[in-house]
């Protein structure tokens, strides 16, 4: 059976390696979809990494992991109508049984409008392995790198990713001051 796993993996970490390596685990499953969502979106502190750099760096930790031979990796883009994306989606990938997602919204998306199966993936050391924790990490100057799988980081080296976050993450808009505070 092939299985939908999707995110938007901006950057990939080790708990999504822990994910596909559950995933794979399941003795019904022997293909994997892997879908980045918010392809088209890029340079922001929530997506600083671009749909064709999210998807060279999966190439790159699933080659190190993974048999290729069993995973298909694409990106879909944001349409912002939750009734129809499901429906976009099983439009734009190969067919798929079930879809892994921790996400309510995403799980009752697929449940109820395109009648797949939805299950859970437990989450591993998620205080850790969380990609808005490690975009902050970023931006702080905090060490990040050891959550990330090397193959990972020496592309966010080569896409100067550090650079970037911080960059988008600033803002040349003034504070408001709340009346309540003066």
Wanted: proline residues 5%.
């Amino acid at each position: 059976m092939r299985a939908l796993y999707l995110g938007r993996f901006n950057p990939p970490h080790k708990g999504h390696i822990h994910a596909i390596e559950y995933i794979f685990n399941q003795p019904d499953i022997d293909e994997l979809i892997i879908l980045i969502g918010s392809g088209e979106k890029g340079y922001s502190t929530k997506n600083p990494f671009t749909g064709g750099e999210r998807f060279e760096m999966l190439t790159a930790l699933v080659r190190k992991s993974f048999d290729l031979k069993k995973i298909f990796i694409s990106a879909i883009p944001d349409i912002n109508r939750n009734t129809i994306w499901p429906a976009n989606v099983v439009d734009l990938v190969p067919s798929f049984e079930v879809v892994f997602t921790n996400n309510p919204l995403v799980q009752q998306l697929f449940s109820k409008l395109v009648n797949k199966e939805v299950r859970e993936i437990p989450l591993t050391n998620r205080s850790e392995y969380s990609g808005k924790k490690i975009r902050e990490m970023m931006i702080k100057g905090k060490k990040w790198e050891e959550n990330i799988p090397e193959e990972v980081v020496e592309l966010i080296v080569k896409y100067q990713g550090i650079e970037r976050i911080r960059s988008v993450s600033q803002s040349d808009e003034v504070e408001e001051i709340e009346h309540n505070k003066i």
